[in-house]
């Protein structure tokens, strides 16, 4: 017998089950592992105990009420994507939100249910001629990304997805649905505009501020193999002096034969891109006007399944030397660095306005190694090896969750980190959705 399979046996799963019907799914039923298995697969070895299949927040009530009164770790999950898979406890209950994916657009304000995938939620906005700066990948839960900050292609000109949130229905621990916007709840809501998810309670639905849809441009510039150095200096200088409008990462490979992509959007015509784009060092390039949904369409892409990776961040308040990184993924393999670029309307906000820490980052870096062929342990190595290499001090993005990072409470909340504990506090006293990286 399993280990989740005896966790189930040992816990009322009948009394929940009266509550939820089938929608409780425990290892023995059809679908159990087709439904459990991460986007991360290094953790496909893990194994809840119950997967609750939510459709309504009494659902999610229910969840939190029998977690809390037979002490066993919960967790809530949106899009699969935790880096760590905490939303997948070990003998633990899921809170599965993936049916809870309603978007109703009215005017400027877009309720999405909290287990909306991105591009459902660029399509509903889209179609109503409105524009929500959030992330890219297609598959990425609403919950994960707005509760962790939100970095978008639209950021420096529109802020993260947290600016935008105006409102959230969130199941607190004692079963309690609540409120959380500036004059009802307002610590609870400071907290979640930065402080992670699963930290002090379940959301259920969000309410954010949209804004109409704007014209945009795309553009890439290739730097070929052996450029990535000057490639990389060359575009933190450009990214420094640039307008709000304009919107930028870039790429970095291990390896010494990849090219160097340097990517990104401009809010306006081509016309006014062109002349920034002329400031970086000459590449060949493209260039093409679109509209807010073609866009949004444009970066989901086609992610596919899942796959076994070990990754990390870290927060750039400074000029990195590109020798440096170079020098540091050069003798690497199957490992990136993608470089996005900060400023703008992200630095206008104060660090303690919201819960989201970072707001002098010049850009961030999100670093990612395979391990399809390695052991997580050697994955984590390297990965360690060239997170700490780019001397970029103990800062870390908390939606890039690193199970290794030293001092993660500070590296991800740095002088927030107070306020945050006190506001989890008061909202789960018991620590009901105490996890490993929890506040």
């Not at 009164?69 to 809530?76: D, K, L, Y």
């Not at 490992?335 to 989201?356: E, K, M, W």
């Amino acid at each position: 017998m399993g280990t989740a399979t005896a966790a189930a046996a040992g816990t009322n799963w009948a009394k929940l089950r009266r509550r939820l019907g089938d929608r409780l799914v425990l290892p023995q039923d059809p679908g159990y592992d087709e439904l459990r298995v991460p986007w991360n697969t290094i953790y496909a070895h893990r194994r809840p105990a119950a997967i609750a299949r939510c459709v309504r927040p009494e659902d999610v009530q229910a969840c939190l009420d029998f977690a809390s009164h037979e002490r066993i770790p919960v967790a809530a999950r949106s899009g699969k994507h935790s880096y760590a898979a905490y939303s997948l406890p070990e003998n633990g209950l899921v809170v599965d939100l993936a049916a809870m994916s309603a978007v109703a657009v009215s005017g400027t304000r877009a309720r999405i249910g909290a287990g909306t995938q991105l591009l459902p939620v660029y399509e509903a906005i889209g179609a109503a001629g409105q524009a929500l700066p959030a992330g890219t990948c297609r598959s990425v839960g609403i919950s994960g990304l707005a509760l962790g900050g939100g970095i978008s292609v639209l950021g420096r000109k529109y802020g993260l997805t947290s600016d935008h949130l105006v409102s959230a229905r969130i199941v607190t621990p004692d079963g309690c649905l609540r409120t959380a916007s500036a004059h009802s709840e307002p610590d609870l809501y400071w907290a979640l505009r930065g402080g992670g998810g699963g930290n002090f309670g379940i959301v259920t639905e969000f309410t954010f501020r949209t804004d109409p849809a704007p014209g945009l441009t795309v553009f890439k510039l290739v730097y070929p193999a052996g450029a990535a150095a000057d490639a990389l200096d060359a575009w933190q200088e450009w990214m420094a002096q640039a307008p709000d409008e304009l919107w930028s990462n870039c790429t970095f490979e291990s390896g010494t034969t990849s090219p160097t992509n340097i990517g990104g959007v401009y809010v306006g015509p081509e016309k006014d891109l062109l002349p920034l784009l002329d400031r970086m060092p000459a590449a060949p390039r493209t260039v093409q006007g679109m509209g807010y949904l073609e866009t949004m369409r444009y970066y989901a892409g086609n992610p596919g399944p899942g796959f076994r990776f070990a990754a990390s961040s870290r927060m750039l308040r400074h000029h990195v030397p590109g020798g440096r990184v170079a020098d540091l993924m050069e003798e690497q393999r199957d490992g990136a660095i993608l470089f996005d670029s900060f400023g703008g309307a992200l630095a206008r906000v104060a660090p303690d306005a919201t819960a989201f820490p970072h707001r002098d980052a010049r850009a961030s870096a999100q670093i990612f190694f395979g391990a399809g062929d390695r052991t997580e342990a050697e994955a984590r190595r390297v990965l360690a090896e060239v997170r700490d290499g780019l001397g970029a001090g103990n800062t870390g993005y908390v939606n890039y969750i690193d199970p290794e990072m030293p001092d993660w409470p500070t590296a991800y909340y740095g002088r927030n980190l107070a306020r945050l504990r006190k506001v989890a506090r008061r909202y789960d006293p018991d620590r009901v959705l105490a996890f490993p990286q929890g506040l």
